[in-house]
């Protein structure tokens, strides 16, 4: 689900659904606190970050099973213990799991996470350990009353985490940029894997704890009307149910048994369902609207995230102003190449930017410019060359890494946090930046680019030019030292675009070097000190725009051979 105004109202009501729970009844309540905790953890993967999981399923029985055979009396392990080993245990399997399938996106992760689910089924099924198809059995550890106030506290927990963490701090904002748009928000310094793998984990472990709970008196909730109550035994043991999708099995083995049907595949599927219905919902984008834009900014909760593989770039923002008397350009790019199958995009380019020069880029449609950009920003790999910026070499580096050496880049097509404001996009810009004055940058901000009067709305409702100018104000908020600008003024209203250019050349007087893209000649003739023009993936001139208008490769490029 998208997050909201109340983080989880649409959990909370998802979970009224399923559980029929009403006031009087003291089986159904604890069911609705189950499943508001459960809809609420989920939540964390599924609407936050935008990664539909069908996986947590297997969680669910990893982490009970785990504290089931603990629990057991082969072990005799106590509760409190049995309760955090099991947690545990599914935190590192999701991050196991979670690892290698959070690099696929969309309908791909859902797959592998649904067969990952099946996958701990069959498993479960045939396993000894596990009991097999009869499951487990364990002592009753806690009566009726206290199970409901333990449901209840529990659920009310994961709420307030879910509000405090994802509502109103940095890790929440960084996984709605990841939701919106996962490019954008790796250009922003975000690293997205490793984000994603701790709300992986974080959703997973949440969602254990409250299996745990449902397993202590399992007759209080049916899935269906097939799934069976627990059975309380003459021996005073109960079982631990099959319930939710966790594969932890009823221990009455004179049960009735449907033939030819497994007491785990169906409340399996069963879940699974409600898994697809919503992951559907999402992909219709019809699950809640977004919350209301608010102000206030808490401190950074996220867990301290695992160490950034390959070159470590230099974390922070204030970059160096110094450039003009380096001796050494700020970027040069060295024979770079990039094909697509049988198609050259890019090839052998050579270019040197200087501090504080503003350089334009030229060139027909499909001539390669666009894919520069990516290769300098790290959205693709290069086949062959080498870009060195700040006199380091940084071919290869990820887009976060890159950004945080001080690279900031706009897209072609806005690329703006849709279902944020105005306002929330230009925070999540801060998040790996100076986060503890971004409300006062952003306010900056938000008047020199002319976009305070619509602070509040949704990015998704702006203009085409509102919506450029706010992505060059949320590269603007890290304070980069060298801006790529992909054709900013393409389709924007005369009145927007003379603040763009405005804001351009004051930037490039306090020391900010671009790297622009552009069609307009006239812009490129007043704006750039020295322009390359590109055609099928080579620079064939570069100089002053009058060098370049007289030359006859350029001229032959836009006008043809006849007229050169």
């Known amino acids: 689900?998208?997050?909201?105004?109340?983080?989880?109202?649409?959990?909370w009501c998802c979970s009224v659904c399923r559980s029929g729970a009403t006031p009087t009844s003291s089986v159904s309540q604890p069911a609705f606190f189950l499943w508001a905790g459960?809809?609420?953890?989920?939540?964390?993967?599924?609407?936050?970050?935008?990664?539909?999981?069908?996986?947590?399923?297997?969680?669910?029985?990893?982490?009970?099973?785990?504290?089931?055979?603990?629990?057991?009396?082969?072990f005799g392990l106590p509760f409190a213990g049995a309760l955090v080993v099991g947690v545990a245990a599914a935190g590192?399997?999701?991050?196991?799991?979670?690892?290698?399938?959070?690099?696929?996106?969309?309908?791909?992760?859902?797959?592998?996470?649904?067969?990952?689910?099946?996958?701990?089924?069959?498993?479960?099924?045939?396993l000894r350990i596990t009991g097999g198809t009869a499951g487990l059995t364990l002592p009753p550890l806690l009566d009726e009353r206290l199970f409901y106030f333990l449901m209840l506290g529990g659920a009310v927990l994961t709420y307030g985490l879910c509000f405090v963490l994802l509502e109103r701090s940095r890790f929440g904002y960084r996984l709605k940029a990841i939701r919106d748009n996962e490019i954008a928000a790796e250009t922003l310094g975000i690293d997205t894997t490793r984000v994603k793998l701790q709300a992986f984990v974080l959703s997973a472990g949440n969602h254990r704890s409250f299996w745990r709970h449902?397993?202590?008196?399992?007759?209080l909730y049916q899935p269906n009307q097939r799934a069976r109550r627990g059975h309380y035994r003459p021996d005073g043991r109960h079982g631990l149910a099959r319930r939710l999708?966790?594969?932890?099995?009823?221990?009455?083995?004179?049960?009735?048994?449907?033939?030819?049907?497994?007491?785990?595949?169906?409340?399996?599927?069963?879940?699974?369902?409600?898994?697809?219905?919503a992951w559907c919902r999402?992909?219709?984008?019809?699950?809640?609207?977004?919350?209301?834009?608010?102000?206030?900014?808490a401190a950074d909760t996220a867990a301290p995230g695992a160490a950034r593989s390959g070159p470590a770039p230099a974390t922070g923002t204030a970059h160096s102003r110094g450039g003009a008397a380096m001796s050494t350009p700020l970027l040069a790019v060295e024979g770079l190449r990039k094909t697509f199958g049988g198609?050259?995009?890019?090839?052998?380019?050579?270019?040197?930017?200087?501090?504080?020069?503003?350089?334009?880029?030229?060139?027909?449609?499909?001539?390669?410019?666009?894919?520069?950009?990516?290769?300098?920003?790290?959205?693709?790999?290069?086949?062959?060359?080498?870009?060195?910026?700040?006199?380091?070499?940084?071919t290869g580096w990820k887009p976060h890494q890159i950004a945080r050496l001080g690279i900031g880049r706009t897209f072609q097509i806005p690329a703006v946090f849709t279902t944020m404001t105005a306002w929330d996009n230009l925070l999540t810009a801060a998040v790996e930046a100076d986060w503890a004055h971004a409300p006062q940058r952003a306010e900056q901000l938000l008047a020199l680019l002319t976009l305070d009067a619509v602070r509040d709305v949704r990015a998704d409702s702006l203009s085409g030019g509102q919506q450029k100018l706010l992505e060059l104000g949320r590269v603007l908020m890290r304070n980069p030292t060298l801006i790529l600008?992909?054709?900013?003024?393409?389709?924007?209203?005369?009145?927007?675009?003379?603040?763009?250019?405005?804001?351009?050349?004051?930037l490039r007087r306090s020391g900010t070097t671009f790297l622009v893209i552009e069609h307009d000649m006239e812009l490129v003739r007043t704006l750039c000190d020295r322009i390359l023009v590109m055609d099928f993936g080579e620079v064939i001139a570069s100089g002053t725009f009058a060098e370049i208008a007289a030359h006859p490769d350029v001229i032959e490029a836009y006008l043809g051979r006849r007229v050169s």
């Open 38 to 74: 459960l809809a609420c953890a989920w939540n964390i993967v599924g609407g936050y970050a935008g990664y539909i999981s069908f996986g947590h399923s297997a969680f669910f029985g990893i982490g009970a099973y785990a504290a089931g055979i603990l629990m057991g009396e082969r």
């Open 485 to 506: 600008l992909d054709e900013v003024t393409a389709g924007v209203h005369p009145t927007l675009r003379t603040v763009m250019l405005d804001v351009v050349r004051e």
């Open 282 to 297: 999402h992909r219709a984008g019809r699950l809640v609207p977004a919350r209301r834009p608010g102000k206030p900014l």
């Open 214 to 219: 449902l397993c202590l008196l399992d007759h």
């Open 1 to 11: 689900m998208c997050d909201v105004d109340w983080p989880s109202q649409g959990c």
């Open 92 to 126: 590192v399997v999701a991050a196991l799991i979670g690892w290698p399938t959070l690099r696929l996106r969309g309908a791909y992760f859902a797959i592998a996470t649904w067969a990952f689910a099946e996958m701990v089924l069959q498993l479960a099924n045939v």
């Open 343 to 394: 198609i050259v995009a890019v090839n052998g380019v050579r270019f040197q930017v200087a501090p504080q020069e503003i350089v334009g880029i030229i060139g027909p449609n499909g001539s390669g410019k666009s894919t520069l950009f990516n290769l300098i920003s790290g959205v693709l790999r290069p086949d062959a060359g080498r870009i060195i910026f700040r006199g380091q070499d940084i």
């Open 245 to 277: 999708g966790a594969p932890v099995g009823p221990s009455d083995r004179s049960s009735k048994h449907v033939p030819g049907e497994s007491p785990v595949l169906e409340p399996v599927g069963e879940y699974h369902g409600l898994h697809c219905r």
